[in-house]
Structure formats: structure tokens, C-alpha cells
């Protein structure tokens, strides 16, 4: 299992299945849109201050973003 693969791949998910765009949803996450085409694409590392940002934007549990389908 490649995790940042995993995370990319689930954020971009939730983020789709919300409707909104990466700038939206960067805004909600407090964070920066670049940053969050990064994880998307698998470009990045994050901590886990910004893992639980975007949990809370997607309002999922923290561990789905972790989960391999």
C-alpha cells in the first residue's frame, strides 16, 4: 500500500463527491489551493494537523482517508 496514494486518491473522492472545486475546498480547509493539487496528485507529505484540517472540511472520520478501496 502506497498511503500517500491512498490519501491522494480518497481526498480527491470526498472533495468530488462534495461538488467543489480544489480553491473551494482549500478555502474550507484553511489551506492553499497548490497544496492541495499536490496531495491530490500524490506530490506530498502532510502533516497530521493538516489531515485532520481536511477531515474536517470533507466532515468524514479521519480514518476513511486512509482506507484502500
Same mark, same amino acid.
Given at each position: 500500500?502506497?498511503? /500517500?496514494? =491512498?490519501?491522494? *486518491?480518497? =481526498?480527491? $473522492?470526498?472533495?468530488?463527491?462534495?461538488? =467543489? &472545486?480544489? !480553491?473551494?475546498?482549500?478555502?474550507?480547509?484553511?489551506?492553499?489551493? *497548490?497544496? #492541495? &493539487?499536490? #496531495?491530490?496528485?500524490?506530490?506530498? &507529505? /502532510? &502533516?497530521?494537523?493538516?489531515?485532520? $484540517? #481536511?477531515?474536517?472540511?470533507?466532515?468524514? !472520520? *479521519?480514518?476513511?482517508?486512509? =482506507? !484502500? !478501496?
Amino acid at each position: 500500500m502506497d498511503i /500517500i496514494k =491512498v490519501f491522494g *486518491t480518497n =481526498v480527491r $473522492k470526498y472533495r468530488a463527491d462534495k461538488g =467543489v &472545486s480544489q !480553491e473551494k475546498f482549500a478555502e474550507l480547509c484553511g489551506l492553499h489551493r *497548490t497544496y #492541495i &493539487s499536490d #496531495i491530490e496528485c500524490f506530490r506530498r &507529505s /502532510i &502533516s497530521l494537523d493538516n489531515i485532520q $484540517k #481536511i477531515a474536517d472540511a470533507l466532515e468524514i !472520520e *479521519t480514518y476513511k482517508l486512509f =482506507v !484502500e !478501496e
